[in-house]
């Protein structure tokens, strides 16, 4: 039961990552909001789903008064909501872009500028900001993606001094995942999935059950000395 007591929001949570760190973060013993602009498909205990555009500032003012009200504090903040927009960059349209900045960058930003604060202000809190091995190395065709992926260090950095500067114990880390079976990559060829399996050194993609393990990790008191660190979960991903 290590997050016993404990009050965690999860964006993107409808599926892939973000639905096994739900369950698992539940399993150990938080109370856990499942954030999504889908419907969230499943039933847990311990876990309270809402439907929620990470990309709407409003809608997120609305969530983050309706958590207070509801829960009276926020311990563990994991923005794992994110979407691509793929395209070659020559062809890659104006809303390709933007959406993809949208929900990826200021989606994060969005949730941060509240929840942060309030973390601070109560004087302990964790928040992991999931980025990408994309952010990492590049991409061919997701320019718009790495970019956001990439800017997921600069901020949780920046974040991890804001909000501890006056003394608090707030902890801001990322996690980036390598190529990992969401449903995102249930549509590449299997041939690419090959392909990519054999750039890491175990030989293998992902699951999500392991990127969610990473995370819980840095939500909980095991990673209390870690902050502004972001985690490589990519089986020894090599390009």
């Given at each position: 039961m290590k997050l016993k007591d404990k009050v965690a929001i999860v964006t993107g949570a409808a599926a892939g990552i973000g639905r096994c760190a739900a369950e698992l973060f539940a399993a150990e013993g938080a109370a856990v909001v499942a954030c999504d602009i889908a419907e969230i498909p499943y039933e847990v205990a311990g876990v309270e789903s809402y439907k929620l555009d990470v990309a709407d500032v409003a809608a997120c003012r609305v969530f983050f008064d309706?958590?207070?009200?509801?829960?009276?504090?926020?311990d563990i903040l994991v923005n794992n909501a994110g979407i691509t927009r793929d395209a070659m960059t020559a062809k890659m349209t104006d809303e390709?872009?933007?959406?993809?900045m949208a929900v990826n960058l200021r989606g994060v930003f969005n949730l941060v500028r509240l929840i942060g604060?309030?973390?601070e202000r109560a004087g302990s809190g964790s928040i992991v900001n999931i980025?990408?091995?994309?952010?990492e190395f590049g991409n061919i065709g997701q320019a718009n993606y790495?970019?956001?992926?990439?800017?997921i260090y600069g901020v949780t950095k920046t974040w991890a001094k804001?909000?501890?500067r006056k003394g608090a114990a707030v902890r801001v880390n990322s996690v980036s995942p390598g190529y990992t079976m969401t449903d995102i990559l249930k549509t590449v060829p299997q041939e690419l999935l090959d392909k990519f399996a054999k750039q890491t050194m175990l030989g293998r993609l992902g699951q999500p059950e392991e990127i969610a393990r990473a995370i819980l990790f840095?939500?909980?008191d095991d990673a209390s000395y870690i902050t502004g660190h972001n985690l490589s979960v990519n089986g020894g991903m090599r390009l």
């Open positions: 309706w958590a207070i009200e509801k829960y009276g504090k926020v390709q872009w933007d959406v993809v604060p309030a973390m980025s990408s091995v994309v952010g790495a970019a956001t992926k990439a800017a804001e909000f501890a840095l939500a909980g």
